[in-house]
């Protein structure tokens, strides 16, 4: 449906992934609004999941039907595997389930970030996510009518603790990413109006753009900076982490980190992508 957003973020664990629900099923969401996406291997001890029913269609491999037992969420509305090709088998509770299911896997990138680009969320929110989930990290995403129910959604993320919290719509996500710039500019202004539409786009909860500009610039800048430029985000990003708080204490490192990551990818930084291998 036009104009229907999405929010999402991230949870470190069962317990809090847990709250969060809870809070949403408090703040008036539906079940049917609610998607969980997590590894199996952590669903199985601690989602209580149980096989049952039919696969569902979908071109996706492997992908079955079950239900969530315990807690909070017990009240979403259904839960399926899927095996994605050279990623291994994953969780997927909600509405996140079928679209990955019907999305297939294939295009330019593949494996788990592939499967999440399939279904709907833009290719940059979609590889940091995978890589999120790969290292035990739970993605709930909140499906909402209009933009009121996607910033009421973002909030309650916001209280419940999610990390790299960001929205798109349908109209976002159908963004064709061949009219993205390939071409590498050699200075973050030259890439102002790029950082302004992704800020725009994922990340005007946190405020103004203008007041978020320089932690684009930051990012890439230490892509270029020679104590990080043979080194994947991944690896730095401790290092990145703490010069960041130490300049910027009133900032929180876990509602800007995609921005830095952003403003790194855009000067040409490295990025680990051990999930997109199929």
């Known amino acids: 449906m036009k104009g229907n957003q999405a929010v999402f973020g991230v949870y470190e664990c069962t317990q809090d992934t847990q709250h969060a629900v809870a809070l949403m099923r408090s703040a008036g969401f539906r079940d049917v609004d609610l998607s969980v996406l997590c590894a199996q291997n952590l669903g199985n001890k601690d989602l209580a999941f149980d096989k049952a029913t039919k696969a569902p269609e979908g071109v996706v491999a492997g992908v079955s039907a079950g239900a969530i037992a315990g807690g909070a969420l017990g009240w979403l509305t259904s839960i399926g595997t899927l095996v994605i090709p050279g990623a291994g088998p994953f969780l997927a509770a909600g509405p996140l389930l079928g679209l990955m299911a019907g999305a297939g896997i294939g295009g330019a990138v593949g494996g788990l970030a592939g499967a999440l680009i399939g279904a709907g969320i833009p290719e940059f929110e979609a590889r940091r996510y995978a890589g999120r989930i790969h290292t035990g990290h739970i993605l709930l995403s909140v499906h909402c009518d209009n933009r009121d129910w996607a910033d009421r959604g973002v909030e309650v993320l916001r209280q419940s603790g999610a990390q790299d919290i960001s929205r798109t719509s349908e109209a976002e996500a159908e963004f064709d990413a061949s009219e993205r710039p390939h071409r590498k500019r050699d200075s973050a202004q030259e890439y102002e109006a790029d950082f302004q539409r992704n800020f725009e786009s994922f990340h005007r909860e946190l405020g103004a753009f203008e007041d978020f500009a320089p932690v684009y610039d930051w990012g890439f800048r230490m892509a270029k900076d020679p104590r990080y430029r043979d080194q994947t985000f991944?690896?730095?990003e401790p290092d990145l982490k703490q010069v960041?708080?130490?300049?910027?204490?009133?900032?929180?490192?876990?509602?800007?980190?995609?921005?830095?990551?952003y403003g790194w990818e855009q000067a040409g930084g490295k990025i680990e992508h051990p999930f997109a291998i199929i």
């Not at 910027?248 to 490192?253: D, G, K, R, T």
């Open 234 to 236: 991944e690896k730095a």
């Open 244 to 261: 960041f708080c130490v300049v910027n204490p009133s900032l929180e490192w876990a509602k800007v980190a995609m921005l830095v990551l």
